[in-house]
C-alpha cells in the first residue's frame, strides 16, 4: 500500500463527484470514492482492513489517538439532553476518568454514574444491582484494568447490560484481540490505544474504534470527519507495517510476562504481585475462563516489601536506577522492550503503596530480562 499524503483526490466528473459524496459514510472501498483525507484516505482504509481481522468485525475506524477514539466512540451515544445516565467502571485509564470528569460531565453535563470493584474484583450481583437502578444508557468497561490488572468477566458484563437495555464499550488494549475479542461476545463498540500493542514498537500515536453496526459506524464517521480525528497516511503506512507482527510480539510478551510474574512471586522482598495468570490474582479464574490458555497480558505490577514506607520508597527508588539502562521509566506501555513506572507517582492516592511499580513487558529474550532484574534485586537485598 503506497502513502497517500493527498489532502484532496482528484475525481473524474461531477457524477463521480455526488457519488463520492453520497457515499461518504459508507464502507464503501472503491477507488473512485475518496474525496479528502480527513474523511477517507486509502492507506488508513488499508491499515483499517488489519485490525478488522484481528477484532474479526464489520468496520473498523483509526483516530490519530485513543483518546480520539474514545471520544468518538462516546459521542456518538450523546443525544443532545435527552441522553440517559452513562455507567463507568472506576478501574479505566485515568486519562480516560480525566475526560468522563472534564468533558463529558462538566462541559457537556452528561449524567455520569461509576461502577466500583469490591476486593480487587467486579462483584456481578452487585452491578446487576446498580444497572437495574440507574438504568443506563451505556456502560463502559475496559478488559483488563490498570495498574491493579483486574480482570472484567466481560462476557458477563455484556450479558447484565443487555438485559437492561444498555450499549456496552469495551476498551480493550491491554487484552488485545490475541486474547479476546468481545465484538464476537455481542459488544457495541470496542477501542483501543493502537499506540500501545497494536503498532507495538512505541513510535506512534494512533487509535481505533472497531464495531459491527452500520449506524454506529456511520455515526463514527462522521464524527470523526467533524472534529478532524482522522488517522494521519504516514502513521497508518507504519502501522499497516507493524501491525504485520503484531501477533508474534504480544505472545512473545505474555509468555514473557507470565515467566516473569512467577519469578517475582518467590523473591522475599516482593510483598505481592499482581499478574492475573498467578492463581493469588483475585481475577485469576475469570482471566481463564476469558483468555483460555492463550496468556495473561503482558503487564505486571509488583510492590517492594519493606518495615515502613521509606524503606518500600528506597527500594523502588534504587530498583528503578539499577535496571535503568536496559529497562527504562517510560510512562506508556507495549514497547518492544521491557519499561516501567512507578504507580505511587503516576496514581497518587488512588495507588499510594509506594513499593509499587507496574512492568510492561517486552519481547526481548527471557533470560536477558531476568537477568536484569534479578542483578537488581540481589544488590538490594545485600543492601
Ligand atoms: N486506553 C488505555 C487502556 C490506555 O492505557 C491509554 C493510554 O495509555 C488510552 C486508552 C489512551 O490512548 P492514547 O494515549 O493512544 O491516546
Redesign the pocket.
Do not use: P, V
Given at each position: 500500500m503506497p502513502v497517500y499524503r493527498d489532502a484532496g483526490f482528484e475525481l473524474t466528473d461531477a457524477i463521480t463527484t455526488e457519488n463520492a459524496f453520497k457515499k461518504e459514510t459508507e464502507h464503501s472501498r472503491e477507488s473512485d470514492i475518496y474525496i479528502y483525507s480527513r474523511y477517507r484516505n486509502p492507506t488508513v482504509v488499508s491499515a483499517e482492513d488489519e485490525i478488522m481481522k484481528l477484532e474479526e468485525c464489520a468496520w473498523a475506524l483509526l483516530t490519530q489517538?485513543?483518546?480520539s477514539a474514545?471520544d468518538t466512540a462516546l459521542s456518538i451515544f450523546q443525544n443532545g439532553n435527552s441522553t440517559r445516565p452513562w455507567l463507568f467502571f472506576t478501574e479505566i485509564?485515568g486519562?480516560?476518568i480525566s475526560f468522563v470528569e472534564s468533558v463529558l460531565k462538566t462541559r457537556r453535563g452528561l449524567n455520569i454514574q461509576y461502577f466500583t470493584p469490591d476486593n480487587g474484583t467486579y462483584d456481578p450481583d452487585k452491578l446487576e444491582n446498580a444497572i437495574s437502578v440507574i438504568k443506563p444508557e451505556l456502560v463502559y468497561i475496559?478488559t483488563i484494568s490498570?495498574p491493579m490488572l483486574i480482570v472484567a468477566d466481560v462476557t458477563n458484563v455484556l450479558i447484565i447490560a443487555k438485559k437492561y437495555g444498555a450499549k456496552v464499550i469495551v476498551?480493550n488494549?491491554?487484552a488485545t484481540p490475541y486474547l479476546y475479542k468481545p465484538l464476537t461476545d455481542n459488544a457495541d463498540i470496542v477501542i483501543h490505544?493502537v499506540?500501545?500493542y497494536f503498532s507495538g514498537h512505541g513510535n506512534l500515536?494512533?487509535?481505533v474504534i472497531c464495531g459491527n453496526n452500520d449506524k454506529m459506524m456511520q455515526s463514527a464517521i462522521e464524527y470523526r470527519k467533524f472534529v478532524g480525528h482522522m488517522l494521519s497516511p504516514d502513521d497508518a503506512y507504519r502501522l499497516q507495517t507493524q501491525i504485520q507482527t503484531f501477533e508474534l510480539r504480544f505472545s512473545r510478551q505474555c509468555s514473557n510476562a507470565s515467566r516473569l510474574a512467577e519469578y517475582l512471586g518467590n523473591i522475599p522482598i516482593i510483598n505481592m504481585v499482581w499478574f492475573p495468570g498467578l492463581k493469588s490474582h483475585p481475577t485469576h479464574i475469570i482471566a481463564e475462563k476469558l483468555f483460555g490458555n492463550k496468556g495473561n497480558g503482558a503487564m505486571i505490577t509488583f510492590d517492594f516489601d519493606g518495615k515502613d514506607k521509606n524503606e518500600k520508597r528506597g527500594r523502588r527508588d534504587m530498583f528503578i536506577k539499577l535496571v535503568s539502562e536496559k529497562i527504562k521509566l517510560i510512562p506508556?506501555?507495549g514497547d518492544p522492550r521491557t519499561i516501567l513506572m512507578p504507580v505511587e507517582a503516576v496514581w497518587g492516592a488512588k495507588y499510594p503503596e509506594p513499593g509499587m511499580i507496574r512492568l510492561s513487558v517486552g519481547f526481548e529474550d527471557y533470560g536477558e530480562l531476568e537477568g536484569i532484574i534479578s542483578g537488581a534485586v540481589d544488590r538490594i537485598e545485600a543492601g
Open positions: 489517538s485513543g483518546m474514545i485509564y486519562g480516560t475496559e490498570n476498551d488494549t491491554f490505544s499506540t500501545k500515536s494512533a487509535g506508556t506501555l
